[in-house]
């Protein structure tokens, strides 16, 4: 049908929305950034060295510390205090290409949904880091979708108000581009702590269960359903048009700011290679390492390290092993 096209001349000539720090709400916020395995211990540390130097309360663990008992003493301190926590996985995600975003997989959950997009998007659009949204984990003997062990562990300690969500990364961002990983989930709590508390804990995608439609979705979320099938395109490709059990939909609008469309103002990074140096760290020797521990833990090759003897089989207790760092 003949029809008239109304465009605007400017689009795509504005300049892209600049977010600030100062303009991010942080003072009520708690971000526990969790090491699940070893591997993970770069993004962990840069993302949470990040965090802190843009003004962000965070605590940096591993799975060996007793997240609900820190939990515990900052509600003790607080009650009121919002807590969210990102768990890094380099286990689950193995020999995958993308990097999976996994958000709650109840949909009654506190809603970690507004975090996980922000870190798809920054993933994707800014960082170049191929990625895919999840609710929930894969049950390795089942197939099944079911609860992280993170969502377990606040379920059993009865904090349903503290959200959280896991990343699980693929092995290049374990590898080499820690950085862009860690960046990317810092630059989304930005962009999360620029939002209402409101829109902070949205339930904007949800996973799909039986007798679902995306009418209902539509109505329910005030959206058209033509929204919902173009912002889900992609996954209701692959299913030919058709709801999947399990998978997680994005059924309502989202906030600009967790979009690419607005870039955060980040003075963590830089893109002046001026302002990157090589520095010479070192490794004491502890009792039963072995070099391919050691290079595992600090993330570098085994082949990159220097070794006072010249050969790997011969280390001791005591020894100080070399390593460049870049900074």
């Not at 916020?29 to 060295?49: D, F, M, P, W, Y």
């Not at 975003?101 to 960082?127: F, P």
């Amino acid at each position: 049908d003949s029809s008239i096209v109304y465009f605007d001349e400017k689009y795509g000539q504005n300049e892209q929305d600049i977010l600030k720090i100062e303009e991010c709400d942080f003072s009520n916020l708690t971000v526990i950034l969790r090491e699940s395995t070893s591997n993970t211990a770069g993004v962990v540390s840069v993302a949470n060295r990040e965090l802190t130097e843009m003004g962000a309360n965070t605590v940096a663990i591993s799975s060996d510390d007793d997240m609900i008992d820190i939990i515990s003493n900052i509600k003790q301190e607080d009650s009121d205090r919002e807590i969210i926590v990102i768990n890094v996985d380099g286990v689950s995600n193995k020999g995958s290409d993308d990097v999976v975003i996994m958000t709650n997989y109840s949909n009654s959950a506190k809603s970690a949904d507004a975090l996980a997009i922000g870190i798809l998007n920054a993933n994707e659009d800014i960082y170049g880091i191929s990625s895919d949204l999840r609710c929930g984990k894969k049950d390795l003997y089942s197939g099944k979708r079911t609860e992280t062990s993170v969502e377990v562990m606040l379920d059993e300690a009865g904090y349903n108000d503290v959200a959280c969500l896991t990343v699980a990364a693929n092995s290049s961002c374990l590898q080499g581009e820690t950085n862009n990983l860690a960046t990317s989930i810092a630059e989304s709590v930005v962009r999360f702590a620029s939002l209402s508390s409101e829109e902070r804990y949205a339930d904007i995608i949800r996973r799909v269960q039986f007798g679902d439609t995306i009418s209902e979705y539509a109505v329910e979320n005030n959206v058209s359903e033509s929204y919902i099938k173009d912002v889900n395109k992609e996954l209701l490709s692959y299913y030919n048009g058709n709801l999947q059990y399990d998978t997680a939909m994005i059924v309502t609008t989202i906030p600009k700011a967790l979009t690419s469309k607005v870039s955060v103002s980040n003075p963590t990074i830089t893109t002046n290679p001026n302002d990157i140096s090589t520095n010479v760290s070192y490794y004491e020797v502890k009792p039963n390492d072995t070099i391919s521990e050691i290079a595992e833990k600090l993330n570098v090759n085994a082949s990159d390290l220097v070794i006072p003897s010249g050969n790997a089989n011969l280390i001791k207790v005591g020894d100080k092993i070399g390593y460049e760092v870049t900074e």
